[in-house]
Nanobody, 121 residues
């Protein structure tokens, strides 16, 4: 079993930055891909960014490319999402996930409870 706890969300103005963190505990996640999804009211959950186990491969939604950066620290069992130039359309609950395998072709296996990000115009 893996427990994921997200932090770093909040209310900011458009153009601001936030850094989300996700701490994993329980079973080791060192050799698993990790990622961030988000879900806005009335919309489906969507992939924001993913990172493979070693950190050398990342994937981003087109809407966040150039603004968001995903990274991980395997020694700290933590994955981060640096969000810059935030827009009102980035408003959503952001969820951390651990994939079932080391690569991003595997499927999300565990989910955190989510952290709210609200961006005002």
């Amino acid at each position: 079993q893996v427990e994921l706890v997200e932090s770093g969300g909040g209310l900011v103005q458009a153009g601001a930055s936030l850094r989300l963190s996700c701490l994993a505990s329980g079973r080791s996640v060192t050799y698993r891909a990790m990622g961030w999804f988000r879900q806005a009211p009335g919309k489906e959950r969507e992939l924001v960014a993913g990172i493979n186990w070693s950190g050398d491969t990342t994937r981003y939604a087109d809407s966040v490319k150039g603004r968001f950066t995903i990274s991980r620290d395997n020694a700290e069992n933590t994955v981060y999402l640096q969000m810059n130039s935030l827009k009102p359309e980035d408003t959503a609950v952001y969820y951390c996930t651990v994939y079932s395998g080391p690569l991003l072709v595997s499927t999300p296996d565990y989910w955190g409870q989510g952290t709210q990000v609200t961006v005002s115009a």
